[in-house]
């Protein structure tokens, strides 16, 4: 399998007293956002030996994990992108990591074992074989040498996982510029609780309201995640607590979407950082969408598959 694009894209990213991985890509330098939380100086390490120091963020998708670094337009060669088309079960990929009983990083071999929709616009890859715990941020390499998407490791349950986010979610931040300070990567990660709510919770409500507070959810989460990217975490709050004042106020006919949102008001408002309070509501949020898509597809035909709770780890 060709991967010497991607192996002249790797970038080694040096913290104060650790390391992480990234890769090159149309100029930018990508990696997953919880490796690089909370660092604030970071120096680039490339692949032909030039060393450069991070001055800011180009682009941030705290949703998704991600964020592009800003060092300038690079000129080193970046990867070859996989398209927006998921990998298929099975495919063959490679990830870049330590091998520990090897005691040095090389490429090893794995596969897709599953593409897993989580809902709310978020799909990933579980990708299967003996893989270096420490990929995350790495590019995850198809057969054909292009890269399918960015490993991460995950917690799950009482073992680590490794997953893949597809391209076609990076793809959008490497067009963006917004010259964020690098201090932005300093906010405390956020300890998520999303509720785990049984499909039961949603007995008795209309399918098309539903629908409609699944799209009002969604629409809140466009406007609020990126004014939460940007620093202006009051805005994302209020928007989140107003769209779900909205829908308990419209949405009678869902009385569980009602029932969760009060929930997820309450909760919030018993915090005291508006940090933390608008990540309680992106918690009930993105609880009620994942059932919303279970329940919808249960009424469908299709059998219902709960998603196991990940945590991203460093």
């Not at 990696?31 to 490339?46: D, F, N, P, W």
């Amino acid at each position: 399998m060709a991967r010497t694009d991607a192996a002249a894209a790797l970038v080694l990213l040096e913290f104060e007293s650790s390391y992480g991985l990234g890769f090159v890509a149309q100029g930018r330098i990508v990696t997953c956002l919880h490796v690089v939380q909370g660092e604030k100086q970071i120096l680039a390490h490339l692949a032909d030996g030039r060393a450069i120091s991070v001055r800011g963020v180009a682009a941030v998708d705290a949703q998704r994990n991600l964020v592009v670094l800003d060092v300038g337009l690079l000129d080193t060669l970046g990867v070859r992108p996989g398209g927006d088309r998921l990998a298929d079960e099975g495919d063959e990929v490679k990830v870049f990591g330590m091998v520990a009983e090897e005691g040095h990083a090389r490429w090893v071999d794995g596969t897709v074992g599953a593409v897993q929709v989580l809902g709310g616009g978020l799909s990933l890859y579980r990708l299967a074989g003996d893989l270096p715990p420490d990929a995350s941020g790495g590019p995850v390499v198809g057969e054909d040498g292009a890269v399918i998407g960015i490993a991460m490791a995950t917690q799950v349950d009482e073992s680590v996982e490794m997953v893949a986010l597809p391209w076609k979610f990076i793809a959008p931040l490497l067009l963006q510029n917004k010259e964020l300070a690098l201090s932005i990567l300093s906010r405390k990660a956020p300890k998520r609780d999303v509720p785990q709510h049984a499909i039961a919770l949603l007995d008795g409500s209309a399918v098309e309201g539903l629908e409609a507070a699944s799209k009002a959810i969604s629409g809140a989460i466009r406007v609020g995640a990126p004014a939460y990217n940007e620093g202006n975490v009051s805005r994302c709050y209020d928007v989140y607590a107003d769209a779900a004042r909205a829908l308990i106020a419209s949405r009678g006919d869902c009385p569980g979407v009602q029932a969760a949102l009060r929930a997820g008001l309450v909760r919030a408002e018993s915090l005291d950082d508006v940090d933390e309070q608008a990540w309680a509501m992106r918690d009930a949020f993105d609880g009620l969408l994942s059932v919303i898509d279970r329940f919808i597809a249960a009424r469908s035909g299709v059998p219902e598959q709960f998603p196991k709770r990940t945590t991203y780890l460093n």
